[in-house]
């Protein structure tokens, strides 16, 4: 079993296991680790009675047991206990048996026992560690990296923060520590899934504090020499944050390295291209802020000879699609992303073919058709069933005309009622609400009599949607006023206390279809009418 252990952990850190047992054998250090046998079953089975027991028997006392090799790695048995994860025998050992300096102790891989906690994710076991000897935090492995590059490398969210919150600021941005640990800080915790700067640095600092230390960590990046660049993965770091949209680090590693606008991915697309395929607004609105360099930047392709207005052409993730309510209203935003690049690329690049033979407009039907389907579905559903619901109010209004509160005079033929003002209200409102209901109406048999092109789901479409809403949401508002107003005129003589509770009453069904629609008119209105997602006004900022 112990070798079979030695083994697998040799294997780990890249070394021959069958050269590394010869070693420990010609060493004659195997009968030490048979006579602690029972000591590393006891600390990895978490029994903390037998442990005491084992420690307390040692010729040499406690202590020398402690820190003993238990292992053919050198770890001893706090690095034993760290490693099985038990938070408890870890916090006896910390504070009942070793001193402060047997807690800095490393094995032969020049891990200390923090290190392993940062391997495990075991936040209990670091904040032990941490309390009874803080300079843990800035002891590297054999690697270089201390802890919290460590915890980043095997992607725990909470240790990350936890000892984020506890490390030296100097130890990440290179003063008096390694370049090296800021910069895979950074990039580990972008390409791992750990981003979301901001919430990260408020931990420890202000918001204003977090900027400068994004930028300190950008300056180091830029000071890093190919091989350093290449080994801290910064450049797949870069585009994992294009594609999350996290602008601050892109803006800033552009001001501190503006050479990192021409680095390109795998596929050969450079920072713009990713941000058009990702749909990274914010990102691409950069593109305004490169001066004469924007022309250079918009013109290149990737390895499949896809330019900037391709990336535009393909359709977007299922996650930026999501943020937009229904299939119709996606269907215009990514319009609206094709002409925006559409118009920032030369007259040839339009017409340019991939290696597929398509043009950006020819891949663009192709890879939407599905989702102009989808919106076509959608409109024509929330069309009839308004259509309806306007037709029935503008049967009850038209009706209403001819049936007033009080009837005619049977001499005269004029309404009974003709001189109240309550009765001109209820006329007024009647005739409003009929009005309306009537205009929503031919603005939904509009959506339905739609030929549906693509280009119509950009003004067309959204526009009479807009107004249909719009107008079945006011003749339904009237409508119930109209009948709020009949009911006062009826019980006004005998009841005149009732007339605040219906009008309460009648605007219940108005509240609800306010609840319910207007977050999707509001959407449709600002998507259609509102600043857009293109930040122009950044076109007067530059770079350099």
Not at 364 to 385: D, I, N, Q, Y
Not at 466 to 490: C, K, N, P, R, Y
Request: charged share 20%; hydrophobic share 45%.
């Amino acid at each position: 079993m112990r070798k079979q252990t030695t083994n697998a952990k040799a294997w780990l850190s890249g070394s021959n296991p069958s050269t590394s047992t010869t070693n420990i054998a010609a060493a004659g250090q195997d009968e030490d680790y048979i006579r602690n046998l029972p000591l590393y079953r006891a600390l990895d089975s978490g029994d903390w009675e037998t442990t005491k027991r084992l420690l307390n028997r040692h010729p040499d006392g406690p202590v020398p047991a402690a820190t003993a090799s238990l292992s053919p790695d050198g770890d001893t048995a706090l690095h034993v206990a760290v490693l099985a994860g038990h938070e408890g025998i870890v916090e006896r050992l910390a504070t009942e048996v070793l001193p402060k300096g047997a807690l800095m102790m490393k094995n032969k891989s020049s891990a200390t026992a923090l290190n392993y906690a940062a391997i495990g994710g075991v936040t209990g076991i670091a904040d032990c560690l941490v309390r009874k000897a803080p300079e843990l935090l800035r002891v590297p492995n054999q690697n270089g990296h201390i802890p919290v590059v460590v915890a980043s490398l095997y992607g725990h969210r909470e240790m990350v923060r936890y000892l984020y919150h506890a490390s030296p600021k100097d130890d990440l941005v290179g003063h008096g520590g390694s370049k090296i640990n800021g910069a895979m800080l950074l990039t580990t915790c972008i390409v791992d899934g750990l981003y979301g700067f901001k919430r990260l640095y408020d931990l420890k600092l202000t918001h204003v504090q977090a900027i400068e230390l994004l930028r300190c960590l950008c300056q180091q990046i830029s000071t890093l020499s190919e091989s350093e660049f290449e080994k801290t993965g910064i450049q797949k770091a870069l585009f994992d944050a294009i594609e999350h949209g996290i602008v601050e680090l892109i803006v800033e590693l552009i001001k501190q390295y503006p050479d990192i606008v021409w680095r390109e991915d795998e596929s050969q697309r450079g920072i713009f291209l990713c941000a058009t395929l990702h749909r990274q607004e914010k990102i691409f609105n950069l593109i305004y802020r490169m001066g004469a360099k924007k022309n250079a930047m918009a013109t290149p392709w990737d390895v499949n000879h896809n330019n900037i207005l391709h990336q535009a052409a393909f359709l977007a993730p299922l996650s930026q699609l999501d943020r937009v309510t229904g299939a119709a209203l996606q269907m215009q935003r990514e319009l609206q992303w094709y002409k925006e690049v559409e118009s920032i690329v030369q007259p040839k690049q339009r017409e340019m073919r991939n290696l597929s033979h398509d043009t950006p407009r020819t891949l663009f039907t192709k890879e939407h058709r599905g989702l102009v389907e989808e919106g076509e579905k959608w409109m024509k559903e929330t069309a009839t069933s308004c259509t309806v619901v306007a037709a029935l109010i503008a049967t009850i209004m038209f009706s209403a005309l001819f049936t007033l509160p009080g009837g005619f005079d049977q001499y005269t033929g004029l309404p009974i009622f003709l001189h109240r003002s309550s009765f001109i209200a209820y006329i007024v409102s009647d005739a409003v609400s009929l009005f309306s209901s009537t205009s929503s109406m031919l603005m939904f048999l509009g959506m339905l009599t739609s030929r549906y092109r693509e280009e119509d789901f950009l003004r067309s479409l959204p526009m009479k949607l807009i107004i249909g809403l719009s107008t079945l949401f006011f003749s339904m508002a009237t409508m119930m006023m109209t009948f709020g107003v009949a009911l006062m005129i009826f019980l006004k003589e005998r009841f005149d206390w009732v007339s605040f509770p219906i009008m309460l009453l009648a605007s219940v069904p108005v509240t609800l279809f306010a609840l319910l629609q207007f977050p999707l008119l509001v959407d449709i209105f600002l998507s259609t009418y509102g600043p857009g997602i293109f930040d122009k006004p950044n076109k007067r900022g530059r770079f350099l």
